[in-house]
């Protein structure tokens, strides 16, 4: 056996032994053969924008923030999320771990802010000190935006922090229960060491 035909067999054997683990949560497919992003796209839809324009008001606010994440996805499969809170937050969690940072796979913990007078720990929560110190006017308009927000029953705003594999998060998502719409902000550094 030449060395060419030992490496072709090496590589085989790392490949087999390689391939045959098993997939597991969001990279696993159904017994339908669908990929996990065939899945994922049959269960949330990226948008461009939130309907809500309290929510787009906030959503265009967090634009100002160059290293924060945000993003906005209709959940297409909505069921009990309309009047149960727990299942909008197992939605807000889901499209943070899908489409936010795939590393927060330790914990996502949030709480649900219950009106503008949980503005400032919503506020404390995503780190605006730290994460925004020398943007205290984009901070003021996305303040107001928040408030505006907190101020709609059909907006459940909840914030708090992420972990994961060189991973940590400071972090706030939204449903909109009249659009089954989730929005998430925040800031984190999603795998990196730094």
């Keep these: ?3 060419s035909s030992r490496l072709f067999a090496a590589l085989v054997i790392t490949a087999l032994a390689t391939g045959c683990a098993a997939t597991t949560g969001a990279d696993a497919a159904d017994d339908t053969g669908a990929s996990a992003d065939e899945l994922s796209r049959a269960r949330f839809t990226s948008l461009k924008a939130p309907t809500n324009k309290k929510l ?3 959503y265009a606010n967090g634009a100002k923030f160059g290293n924060a994440y945000r ?3 209709r959940f297409n499969k909505a069921n009990a999320e309309a009047t149960d809170p727990d299942a909008r937050m197992k939605r807000v969690k889901e499209v943070m771990h899908r489409y936010m940072c795939s ?3 330790e914990s996502i913990d949030l709480g649900h802010a219950s009106g503008i007078s949980d503005l400032k720990a919503t506020l404390s929560d995503v780190d605006m ?3 925004a110190s020398d943007q205290a006017a984009d901070v003021a308009s996305f303040s107001s935006s928040l408030s505006t927000v907190l101020s709609d029953s059909h907006l459940d705003v909840m914030s708090g922090s992420a972990s994961g594999n060189n991973t940590m998060g400071e972090i706030m998502g939204v449903y909109d229960t009249t659009h089954n719409e989730v929005l998430f902000f ?8 730094d």
């Design 1 to 3: 056996m030449n060395f």
């Design 56 to 58: 787009g008001a906030l």
């Design 71 to 73: 993003g906005v996805y």
């Design 103 to 105: 590393f927060f796979d």
């Design 129 to 131: 000190d730290s994460n």
């Design 186 to 193: 925040g800031f984190t550094n999603c795998g990196s060491d």
